[in-house]
């Protein structure tokens, strides 16, 4: 594996303050910290920060992106469930700019106070693990970010923004279409990180659509019905919607996805997020 210079002098940087902390990069928090100036400065483009708008960074490690963002805007919320790395950031950020705000879980206290919808954004390095239980937190709220910059395994960046018909669609797609235009931005190479990960990373942005296409209740029972119509994806969707709709017949419910211009032997993973809502407010009605 090649580094360029800047990558030696960061990876050189990152592997002396993590032991200077005590801190072994730990896996299952993945743990695989950015010492590319290149990626850095790309996703810092990506997200073009006002002085005066919000910024939440999931994940603030050694501050590869914290501290460029903490000089770019006032108002920053950092995240960073490791303490030690916490408290680094802390003792760091009050130097450059001790109006950052630092918190600790962000599945356990995201939001934080004072959001106003739609008036901030979030970016972070994501571990896989924890990235739909994320996506789920940010689109639950009831303030939602203008746009979300994440950085995650290709793996799933390749499922959330696959189209149809496609076998790598799932629910975790049709959630973050629904509630977004995703745009699929670059791939990030292993070796711009310490520790390397196993596997390679991409860019994706997620620009908060203006409007939503259902109120909260009906939001609520149409990723029902998603969930079910992607539960056993090699089954047609009708087989998978007579679990949804146990009141109604086989033929119905062929006859029903056909009114939405759908065969009756399609499956979940070849409809777009448009064909689904049609499909709910079809279902639903009757």
């Known amino acids: 594996m090649e580094f360029s210079r800047s990558e030696i002098q960061l990876l050189e940087y990152t592997a002396k303050t993590l032991k200077k902390l005590g801190i072994k990069p730990r896996k299952q928090l993945g743990q695989n910290f950015l010492i590319s100036e290149n990626y850095r400065d790309r996703i810092l483009n ?6 005066t708008e919000t910024i939440i ?7 590869a992106l914290t501290f460029p963002l903490a000089e770019m805007t ?31 879980d962000f599945l356990k206290e995201y ?23 994320i996506l789920e937190k940010i689109y639950n709220s009831d303030v939602l ?26 629910r975790i797609t049709i959630w973050c279409e629904y509630h977004a235009e995703i745009s699929d931005c670059f791939n990030v190479r292993k070796g711009s990180f310490y520790p390397a990960p196993e596997v390679g990373s991409k860019v994706i942005k997620l ?18 019905m998603v969930k079910i119509s992607f539960s056993m994806k090699r089954k047609t969707l009708t087989n998978n919607l007579a679990v949804y709709r146990k009141d109604m017949k086989k033929n119905e419910i062929e006859s029903m996805i056909e009114d939405v211009g759908l065969k009756k032997s399609v499956r979940a993973e070849a409809l777009s997020i448009q064909q689904f809502i049609r499909l709910f407010k079809t279902i639903t009605s009757l």
């Open 145 to 170: 970010p203008s746009e979300t910059i994440l950085m995650v395994q290709r793996e799933f960046a390749d499922r959330i923004t696959a189209k149809p018909p496609s076998s790598e669609r799932g």
């Open 74 to 104: 006032s108002n920053l919320v950092v995240y960073e469930l490791d303490n030690n790395l916490r408290d680094f950031l802390n003792d760091e950020l009050n130097r450059i700019n001790p109006k950052v705000i630092i918190l600790g």
């Open 57 to 63: 960074e999931i994940g603030g490690g050694i501050g």
């Open 207 to 224: 620009k908060t659509r203006s409007e939503l296409p259902l109120d909260t209740k009906q939001k609520m029972k149409f990723f029902e």
């Open 46 to 51: 990506l997200i073009e920060p006002s002085a």
């Open 111 to 133: 939001p934080p106070p004072n959001l106003q919808d739609r008036k901030f954004k979030i970016i972070g390095n994501i571990p896989y693990r924890i990235t739909s239980p």
